[in-house]
């Protein structure tokens, strides 16, 4: 089992960039596909990247597409999530998952928050214009 801590959120002028990070505690990090989520108030909880436990393998939806970009450390038991050229629309609670793939350094990656079985408890990211 996996338990997850998000921070790195906050207030941030359009234009601007932020940089999540996920820690993780208990072992084995390298064997959890992650993912990065975010969920506006009144909306479903949308993906906006995914890594895989190598870090070799990355996912992206088209609305994160050339402005997000997801990596880890897996020494560091931490994921992280580079903003950039952040907009309003951008403004959500962001949430890190996990979920346990059983192959140490693997390539798969979960892109639906079904497959993932551990959450954070998220932190906010606010655009304004």
């Known amino acids: 089992q996996v338990q997850l801590v998000e921070s790195g959120g906050g207030l941030v002028k359009a234009g601007g960039s932020l940089r999540l990070s996920c820690a993780a505690s208990?072992?084995?990090?390298?064997?959890?596909?992650m993912g990065w989520f975010r969920q506006a108030p009144g909306k479903e909880r949308d993906i906006v990247a995914a890594?895989?436990?190598?870090?070799?393998?990355?996912y992206y939806p088209d609305s994160a597409k050339g402005r997000f970009g997801v990596s880890r450390d897996n020494d560091r038991n931490t994921v992280y999530l580079q903003m950039d050229s952040l907009k309003p629309e951008d403004t959500a609670v962001y949430f890190c998952?996990?979920?346990?793939?059983?192959?140490?350094?693997?390539?798969?990656?979960?892109?639906?928050?079904?497959?993932?079985?551990?959450w954070g408890q998220g932190t906010q990211v606010t655009v304004s214009s």
């Open positions: 890594i895989s436990g190598s870090g070799g393998g990355v």
């Open positions: 208990g072992r084995g990090f390298d064997s959890y596909a």
């Open positions: 998952a996990a979920d346990f793939t059983g192959l140490p350094g693997g390539w798969e990656i979960r892109s639906t928050a079904k497959e993932y079985h551990y």
